[in-house]
């Protein structure tokens, strides 16, 4: 498994990248990879199938700076906090994963689920696709398959501005209020650096899929990312397909 060393980039280029290691994968031109990366600056990603303008306040995210990228895996939609949010995302053939949905979900949080418990955090996993502490949700995962790769990508809400997760988001019917069901490490009185957590994640995706191969991204996987940036997910066609 290669792992890629953690970056941070606007939501556009970071789908770009995540869809570039994809679309390599299922071509056989790089191995199995995973990696981190927090979204600079915020950013809102919507899922494949959710309608963007009833899923965001979208007046007070263009005058905030915050922006909104849809993605090509489903779920709901999720606020990435530049400052609270680790994003993870692993691309690897089907061949390599538990064939049923709900197993692969589990499978591929592992590394998650590991590296938390190294620094003495205990979380559940909840099917479909969340992991729970304390009975609130710390983080989302959302998937695709294609070509016979699966692209799993998701949150690790650290320090997250829940108040302002809840200005942003516009939940149907609010379900219940975001803070009554979301929660953070923070919240639940752990302390972590950024780059503490992320070791530690590492750490447990090597437990999972043994020893990785450190390895600086590509210029070709740089340059798919970065057109698809500019042809796909900057594009209005394309956010606001639905």
Not at 137 to 147: D, E, I, P, V
Request: proline residues 2%; glycine residues 6%.
């Amino acid at each position: 498994m290669r792992y890629l060393p953690y970056r941070e980039e606007n939501g556009y280029l970071s789908m770009g990248l995540d869809e570039s290691l994809l679309l390599l994968r299922a071509n056989e031109l790089i191995p199995d990879t995973f990696r981190f990366y927090s979204f600079s600056p915020s950013c809102v990603s919507i899922g494949y199938f959710q309608s963007l303008k009833s899923s965001i306040d979208m007046d007070y995210c263009n005058r905030n700076n915050i922006d909104y990228v849809r993605r090509i895996t489903g779920g709901g939609n999720v606020f990435h906090d530049c400052s609270g949010e680790i994003t993870y995302s692993v691309v690897i053939s089907e061949r390599n994963v538990p064939e049923n949905i709900l197993d692969s979900f589990e499978f591929l949080y592992g590394g998650i689920i590991i590296g938390l418990k190294k620094l003495n955090i205990n979380v559940e996993f909840k099917p479909l696709n969340d992991l729970m502490l304390n009975s609130k949700k710390l983080s989302g995962s959302a998937q695709t398959r294609k070509f016979g790769v699966i692209l799993q990508h998701g949150t690790l809400m650290y320090n997250t501005n829940i108040e302002l997760m809840e200005r942003i988001l516009r939940i149907s019917d609010k379900k219940i209020e975001i803070k009554k069901r979301v929660t953070t490490l923070t919240n639940e009185g752990y302390n972590f650096e950024k780059q503490e957590l992320i070791k530690s994640l590492k750490e447990g995706f090597e437990e999972i899929y043994g020893e990785s191969n450190e390895e600086n991204i590509s210029n070709e996987e740089l340059n798919i990312a970065r057109k698809l940036s500019k042809e796909k997910y900057e594009t209005k066609e394309w956010n606001y397909k639905r």
